[in-house]
């Protein structure tokens, strides 16, 4: 089992800036594939941001310029910066973690592990 705890929302203006943290387990970490999920009330769970075990990236297309995600392997957390928030930004934000992927992706049904999530509002 891995155990994966965000931290780092909040409220923010528009335009603003947020950072979000996921503490996961050393192995998950430098293994799994690590994303970002969201999800607004009334509206279905949607993949933000993903990170392979090498690094590289996927963004979805509302999000591309605006927000980074990464990985600290040194600290075990994965982070999401995000930048020149919208109030369409505004939901529950999710960590979590893919174990037999072979690509990152933004469906949430290939992922196994999830966190508990943390509520991010820009108004």
């Known amino acids: 089992h891995v155990q994966l705890v965000e931290s780092g929302g909040g409220s923010a203006q528009a335009g603003g800036s947020l950072r979000l943290s996921c503490a996961a387990s050393?192995?998950?970490?430098?293994?799994?594939?690590m994303a970002w999920f969201r999800q607004a009330p009334g509206k279905e769970r949607e993949g933000v941001a993903c990170v392979d075990p090498f690094g590289g990236t996927l963004y979805a297309d509302s999000v591309k310029g605006r927000f980074t995600i990464s990985k600290d392997t040194s600290e075990n957390t994965l982070y999401l910066q995000m930048n020149s928030l919208e109030p369409e930004d505004t939901g529950m934000y999710y960590c979590a973690a893919g174990v037999y992927l072979a690509y990152c992706t933004l469906l949430s049904g290939r992922f196994r592990y999830w966190g508990q999530g943390t509520q991010v509002t820009v108004s």
């Open positions: 050393t192995y998950a970490i430098r293994n799994y594939y």
